[in-house]
């Protein structure tokens, strides 16, 4: 049973910085593609970031671009989101996911099979 644990929301000013975690139990980490999304009320889910099996290839959406890092420790079977100039339109739910196959590498949100129980970011004007 794949399970996906996220950690380090909270409530936050423009301007200021947060790092969440999610730590991943249940199959081989290292062998699977990590996703950030997230969801703000009244909108769709939509992807914030994602990182390859070995961490050398990331791919970050639009609005989060040079402003958010997302890495990850095999050793610790946990991927980090750091969010850095926070906006208030950066408030939403925060999940982390992951795909069933270890072969995607995608940003579809439909592929990502397994999601943790989500982290609020609230970014305060």
């Known amino acids: 049973q794949v399970q996906l644990v996220e950690s380090g929301g909270g409530l936050v000013q423009a301007g200021d910085s947060l790092r969440l975690s999610c730590a991943a139990s249940g199959r081989t980490f290292r062998r699977y593609t990590m996703g950030w999304f997230r969801q703000a009320p009244g909108k769709e889910r939509e992807l914030v970031a994602t990182?390859?099996?070995?961490?050398?290839?990331?791919d970050y959406a639009d609005s989060v671009k040079g402003r958010s890092t997302i890495s990850r420790d095999n050793a610790k079977n946990t991927v980090y989101l750091q969010m850095n100039s926070l906006k208030p339109e950066d408030t939403a739910v925060y999940y982390c996911a992951t795909p069933n196959s270890p072969y995607y590498t995608g940003r579809d949100p439909t592929e990502f099979a397994y999601w943790g129980q989500g982290t609020q970011v609230t970014v305060s004007s």
């Open positions: 990182i390859s099996w070995s961490g050398g290839s990331t």
